[in-house]
């Protein structure tokens, strides 16, 4: 027994100056439970309403007022239009639309009965279903409320529509979701683990003393995967298309460049990854459990970022998946173009550049 306890003793010693064990023991399942306690949520807050109010009479202003006075919504503007909801839901500038019918408030007081449309996009299948009920809950309150004491009590007829996926399919959602998460793993670990490789096997000290440049290099390896990266790209399309019936409205050409831009920022970052890695298994952890959470919980993918905490909303911003889910969503379901995505592009390619750069500079350092 007494072997036996130095034997132990001995192991909780080595856990104890292992600086990466003990982040793993310790510090993942805090960072998870954080995480996790935030970011899951059926709760729906600071929804982007657009307002269409044919009417603009003291009844459609008293239901208005009574919704964003509620806590979960936030009055994206006013609209002239129908023409303009598909504009305000392209540019992502709200997520639902309130249409009050002509002459609302005479209605009410004439027929006793008026008709309100909820129009919701739908491309999160989720955040638009728990929208849409959340308000016509608050709707069905303020009609009780100036119902009481009346004897011919009000009718409104609620109307929902959804945008974009009108059968609120689930896979409308998250195949451009799975894409972002597939891509991005696959891209930066198999980059980085292969890079590590080299350097355990003693196989890159040979590359090291050829004519080749560190830039050269890192091409060298990167190339087939981005070729290859690429095709699961393209499987990943064709297979939620004809498949789940994912739809893609914009131009294949605009959405196969984004996706090949993407890669291209993945394998930078897989680059980077391999030259802060000691070893494979760390570059295994780094990949998975630094891309792998994040992108699922951080990027929108499931959870509407909106809902998190204003932190949780800034490290969001960091998630090249984020600005990736966005420009898919916008190009299969919507159909937008280049006008619409510039913003989210121009973040990719910053991230691109920011990894690219960054992983040369320390590449030439460990040659050094």
């Known amino acids: 027994m007494k072997r036996f306890l130095g034997f132990v003793l001995k192991e909780f010693r080595h856990i104890f100056r292992d600086t990466r064990t003990l982040i793993i023991l310790f510090g993942l399942p ?21 307002v269409l109010d044919y009417a603009r009479d003291e009844s459609s202003e008293d239901m208005l007022q009574d919704l ?8 994206a503007g006013e609209l002239e239009s129908e023409k303009d909801i598909e504009k305000i839901f392209k540019s992502g500038a709200a997520e639902e639309v309130i ?14 009965k008026a008709a309100i449309r909820i129009i919701a996009d739908a491309s999160n299948a989720n955040a638009a279903q728990l929208a849409a009920n959340y308000t ?34 689930g896979v409308n959602m998250f195949v451009p979701g ?66 789940f019936r994912v ?27 391999s030259t802060v890695a000691k070893s494979q298994q760390m570059a295994m952890i780094i990949s998975l459990l630094g891309l792998m959470l994040p992108t699922i919980l951080l990027s929108g993918f499931i959870f509407p970022i909106d809902n998190m905490p204003l932190i949780l909303q800034w490290f969001s911003a960091l998630m090249p998946a984020r600005w990736f889910i966005i420009i898919i969503k916008n190009i299969m379901l919507k159909g937008t173009g280049l006008l619409y995505i510039w913003k989210e592009t121009l973040f990719l390619l910053f991230f691109t550049l920011f990894f690219m750069i960054n992983a040369i500079k320390r590449f030439k350092i460990r040659l050094e």
């Open 30 to 50: 805090v960072v998870m439970i954080i995480l996790f306690g935030y970011v899951v949520t059926n709760e729906l807050r600071d929804i982007r309403v657009g």
């Open 68 to 75: 964003f006075s509620s806590g979960y919504f936030i009055r």
């Open 99 to 112: 249409l009050i019918e002509p002459h609302f408030g005479d209605k009410i007081v004439r027929e006793k």
């Open 136 to 169: 016509q809950a608050i709707i069905s309150q303020w009609i009780m409320k100036q119902n009481s004491g009346i004897a011919v009590p009000w009718q409104i007829n609620v109307k929902p529509r959804m945008f974009y996926n009108e059968e609120l399919k």
């Open 178 to 243: 799975l894409m972002a998460l597939i891509l991005m793993l696959i891209s930066a670990l198999m980059t980085s683990v292969t890079i590590t490789r080299e350097k355990e096997m003693g196989t890159m000290e040979a590359l090291l003393v050829s004519p080749l440049r560190p830039i050269e290099i890192i091409m060298g390896k990167v190339t087939p995967y981005i070729l290859l990266s690429f095709i699961n790209a393209i499987t990943i399309i064709i297979l939620g298309y004809f498949v």
């Open 247 to 273: 739809p893609v409205e914009g131009s294949i050409i605009l959405l196969l460049a984004e996706c090949m831009l993407y890669i291209i920022l993945a394998l930078s970052l897989g680059v980077f990854i």
